[in-house]
């Protein structure tokens, strides 16, 4: 028996969890139509005034792209841990801190891309202009895989413990703070023409903190769970 | 015996550590309520009114100390965790379980006088710049640790659940500590640092010293009797009361 590469180990971690997902596509569903739910919900609260929704644009959709990362978070391990596949992936040779890697990368291809996507969709009705946009992308680009990553250890040191649900958002949410901070910043910080980049800069500095420490420990806290 | 002679290793069983915590109690409790008392006698009576806030100010002497308390348990409570993780030592655990509270406590008290300080200097109770949402941050995070801790019924991965939850949090600390300085915030830069001369009058700071020192020997004497609370607990619950029991009969603590 050859043993598998990590190059094809990661592959193959990644391809069965978007396999999985588009099996179970009503799952992946739920969080992106949440996302639009929860920002349709502010206009039709607050009112339809173009300025003010202009206004709140960024808060609201870094807001709802958080609320619905939280959402989709309490998949990530869970049916893995329940089949036992999570055990299998702890045995196998190639380091665990990778395959958790790769397990969030996927997680940010089902629930972050999307999001990452429609924002733009979402901002038009929020009246925002061609330019503020851009930079609502790009914000957001940079900082879902960061929610995803936090979120991991989150998910991690809930699986399996009663209440989880509410439990990882006390978790989790205080950690998203900065990341909420720095990517609604950015478009704020553009709409009042002060330019973006210290904002994206710090953006793309927690995502590399994150890519850094968030799997490793992940991994230390699924180790934990599974004992 | 000198004390070079005593063996810290015996520390790490909790039934060693259940006498000492005992045994240190009362004297770092004497010591706090000394040197609080003498913080607020210098700090309230002794030094001068401020020029510009009037004596409203004076909350500074609860304000800064309890500040840095927070940060400071948090990180101590940090390092017992990694403690914990890394040599697999059970009094670590507890020693992190018993420090949580007592952080989240300063934590509180530093966002609730900072309240009440910036009515009569800011004119509002609370501002989101970025000391006070930190501040805030870390508040949350202490209470993640306890939910955690109280959520997960195994002992063990209890423990180190929570550990590696509160290691997570360090990332946190460096952003309060520095977040006067990297953004342009309405809450004050420091009034005291290491290196540059003090910003404020010799007495105020002597008061301010004095107020830490006494917060720091509080939270000492109330982090051990808290420690010997949770070793009752949970060696309760691991049937060898018998061992705990001893020295307090025996002792008369």
Known sequence: ?227 | MSVTDINWFKYSSPQALYPLAGKLTPWFSALAVILMGAGLYIGLLLAPTDFQQGDSYRIIFVHVPAAWMSMFLYVVMALWAAIGLGLKARPSYMMAQAIAPTGAMFTFLALLTGSLWGKPTWGTWWVWDARLTSELILFFLYLGVMLLRTSIDDARRADRASAVFALVGVVNVPIIYFSVQWWNTLHQGASVSATAAPKMAAMMLLAMLIMSLGFWMYSIAVILARLRCVIREREERSSVAGQVERPVAVGGV
Not at chain 1, 3 to 24: E, N, S
Not at chain 1, 43 to 71: D, F, T
């Open chain 1, 1 to 227: 028996m050859t043993q598998l590469g990590l190059t094809d180990a990661v592959r193959d971690v990644i391809r069965r969890d978007l396999l999985v997902a588009l099996r179970r596509r009503a799952d992946a569903l739920t969080t992106v139509v949440f996302f639009v739910i929860v920002t349709s919900l502010f206009p039709l609260g607050i009112g339809p005034e173009p300025a003010v929704l202009r206004m709140i644009a960024p808060g609201v959709l870094w807001v709802a792209a958080l609320l619905s990362c939280l959402l989709s978070l309490g998949r990530l391990f869970t049916t893995d841990y329940v089949d036992g596949v999570l055990e299998q992936l702890v045995l196998v040779p190639q380091p665990l801190t990778v395959l958790v890697g790769a397990k969030v990368a996927a997680h940010w291809l089902i629930s972050g891309l999307p999001i990452v996507l429609l924002a733009p969709v979402l901002g038009l009705q929020y009246g925002l202009g061609g330019d503020v946009l851009g930079v609502l992308t790009l914000s957001l680009l940079l900082g879902t895989p960061t929610l995803s990553l936090i979120g991991a250890i989150g998910a991690a040191l809930t699986l399996g413990v009663r209440g989880s649900h509410v439990l990882i958002a006390l978790l989790v949410l205080p950690l998203f703070i900065p990341v909420l901070i720095f990517g609604a910043g950015a478009v704020t910080s553009y709409i009042a023409g002060i330019g973006v980049e210290a904002n994206l800069s710090l953006l793309g500095a927690c995502l590399m903190l994150a890519v850094v420490l968030a799997p490793w420990a992940t991994a230390a806290a699924l180790r934990i769970a599974l004992e």
